[in-house]
């Protein structure tokens, strides 16, 4: 295999974790969603619960990049420096993944962390509204009467936080090697592509 | 085959020429690129020497989506309307290629234009830096001392053209089916995998 990290990077509801997940099974890979989220809470002390609410979701108030050498900088929910924290956490795990292996990431502004590690490619996973409008009413059962609101609410918090940590646009091509529509080209096409990329 | 029509957006030096004639030649399908400057050209009145430099490289100085009600908005070298009405032109016969055939076109907005057109597959080309300047010396022979400098031009007035006809900014994945990094994916990969999901 010449691609050793695949990192995928995916709005809400446009099917990118289930594109991660195959594509790791597919390539025997290992695969980090949950299970950075773990790494992340016995590294920090902090809950699994608590990582994932201060997670790349997370709306900060404050830029990292700009803050970085200010002390006390506040937090998004007055809790001063801990999503600092947690990212700093999370940058030094994302970047010593691949050590241990070959293996698959979603998120967390992984394709900014490892950008510079050659053998990559960085996938982003999108797609129209009503496609992952349906999606998320399927299969996590949500709850609200428009979905698209919700979909809209949670990639604007991915974009803020990307924004905050990377100073990059989410979603601009030019960041990923790989862009995916998932809703015109099919789930298992985005997966074959992939594969078949980190294959050559 | 299910796409009948396929856009090749993409940056300077990237290869997405080349890549959208090879699928094209692969698909048999019509190539628009030059083709497409030849139409306007005979549309227009104006030479296609005229079209080319007034193409989607030029800047214009005024937004043609805001000026659309307004009468006598400037042109970008104080010809009044011209870009504007080039862009009509290229707008109306954009829009209407897919009745004469399936076909493959370069650029001028395309993506945007043939936005609704359901049998259409709407790609983004893109690459690094240095594989881009190592390809325009090689292939186009360009004289700059600096050829990254050239590069950053060219694309700047694509992206204001960009903006300035359809509103969206130039390179955003969202705007595309699949976004290609050719320099970390190969030209021959490019080709392959635009063609295999033509064809699906």
New interface residues.
């Given amino acids: 295999m010449s691609k050793k990290v695949i990192t995928i990077s995916r709005e809400f509801g446009s099917g990118g974790r289930t594109i991660a997940k195959m594509v790791a099974e597919r390539l025997d890979y290992a695969y980090y969603d949950k299970a950075l989220v773990e790494r992340i809470a016995k590294e920090s002390g902090y809950s699994e619960e608590f990582i994932e609410r201060r997670g790349e979701d997370a709306t900060s108030t404050s830029s990292f990049l700009f803050n970085l050498s200010r002390t006390g900088s506040g937090g998004y929910d007055g809790v001063p420096g801990i999503s600092d924290k947690l990212y700093v956490i999370q940058y030094n795990l994302i970047k010593k993944l691949p050590e241990e292996g070959p293996c698959v990431i979603v998120g967390r502004c992984s394709d900014y962390i490892l950008k510079d590690y050659v053998d990559s490619?960085h996938v982003?996973v999108?797609a129209d509204s009503p496609f992952k409008a349906d999606r998320i009413v399927r299969l996590y059962g949500e709850r609200d009467d428009i979905p698209e609101k919700r979909l809209e609410e949670k990639d604007k918090k991915r974009k803020v936080y990307y924004k905050n940590y990377t100073g990059r646009?989410w979603?601009?091509?030019?960041n990923?090697?790989?862009?995916?529509?998932s809703g015109?080209?099919?789930i298992e096409?985005c997966v074959d592509?992939i594969v078949k990329?980190a294959q050559?």
């Fill in positions: 490619l982003f999108y646009i979603g601009m091509s030019n990923y090697d790989l862009c995916l529509n015109k080209i099919g096409n592509i990329l050559l």
